[in-house]
């Protein structure tokens, strides 16, 4: 854990340093720069293998956390299970816990591997937040410029209200919007286990049921089963659509939007390139940063 958090800040200070490099690089393009154009290039070899070697070793440290975690995890519940009969006496005093032994299989699995994702996740979010809100505070000068025949002025730090207030609008609605997910992934998982359990209890009393021709018994017990299953994934298919259609067009305006926040200083001569190119890739990390649930809703 160590190893990838030391991992996750060597993750974002790349990140703040590549922003530095859009500057520079796409300012000596403008200024046709060759000598400044070619010293960018080599730091941008540099700093691509430093970010490769970084990306796969935090990805590694992070899969061997993960493994290790539910290994220690599923030992500890299946003593718990099997201690004094538990995997016996759940099944006539409590009526809650259903299909235990696939939520040993499953659930645990994706109880570390959520956890873990969106935990490190958030960290390297809210530290990516913190470093370019500086850097987008920093670029964000105030301007006073015409438009329409009428003068706006914009104060120190307008674009990183406008990229706070961006996403907290589509936080919220994502969150309307999406709420429903929790259930029908609960439901899915449940009905899914049930109808698995069914068949392997078909299975188990082969004998018993074909000695007494209870096949067409067990095919309607099956077919509810699984109908359950359908119909519960046509409602999930039906609010992930909702979901998607506005995550998507949330995440496609959000690559025009801090262009046409950068345009007045841009058009003003305030900023160059570079600057445009700078905000451009500061403001989609302050974006991405605060869309933390809109990307990780149905998770």
């Known amino acids: 854990l160590l190893l990838i958090l030391i991992l996750t800040g060597g993750s974002v200070y790349l990140a703040k340093t590549f922003n530095s490099w859009y500057n520079d690089f796409y300012n000596s393009m403008q200024n046709y720069d060759l000598p400044g154009f070619q010293k960018s290039l080599l730091l941008f070899c540099g700093l691509a293998t430093l970010h490769v070697v970084v990306s796969v070793y935090l990805s590694y440290f992070r899969q061997m956390l993960s493994i290790n975690w539910r290994r220690w995890l599923t030992n500890h519940i299946m003593e718990t299970w099997l201690d004094k009969g538990n995997y016996y006496r759940l099944q006539l005093t409590d009526t809650k816990t259903d299909n235990p032994d696939q939520r040993i299989a499953e659930d645990i699995n994706q109880f570390v591997g959520n956890t873990l994702d969106l935990s490190l996740g ?56 999406g709420r429903p997910l929790v259930r029908l992934n609960f439901n899915q998982q449940r009905y899914e286990a049930d109808f698995r359990y069914s068949l392997i209890r078909l299975r188990e009393n082969a004998e018993s049921i074909a000695l007494y021709k209870g096949e067409q018994e067990e095919d309607k017990i099956l077919g509810l089963r699984f109908g359950n299953v359908v ?62 649930l809109i990307n990780n809703f149905t998770a």
């Open 231 to 292: 119909q519960n994934y046509f409602q999930l298919m039906r609010r992930q659509k909702k979901l998607g259609f506005f995550t998507l067009g949330y995440n496609q305006t959000a690559v025009i939007f801090p262009i046409l926040v950068s345009a007045p200083s841009y058009f003003a001569k305030a900023i160059q390139l570079g600057g445009v190119m700078q905000i451009l890739n500061a403001f989609g990390r302050v974006q991405d940063s605060l869309s933390t």
């Open 122 to 177: 958030i960290l390297r979010d809210v530290a990516m937040l913190f470093t370019f809100l500086m850097v987008l505070w920093t670029l964000s000068t105030p301007l006073q410029f015409e438009l329409l025949g009428h003068s706006i002025h914009l104060p120190q730090g307008y674009m990183v209200w406008l990229a706070l207030g961006y996403a907290i609008a589509g936080t919220a609605l994502t969150f309307l919007i």
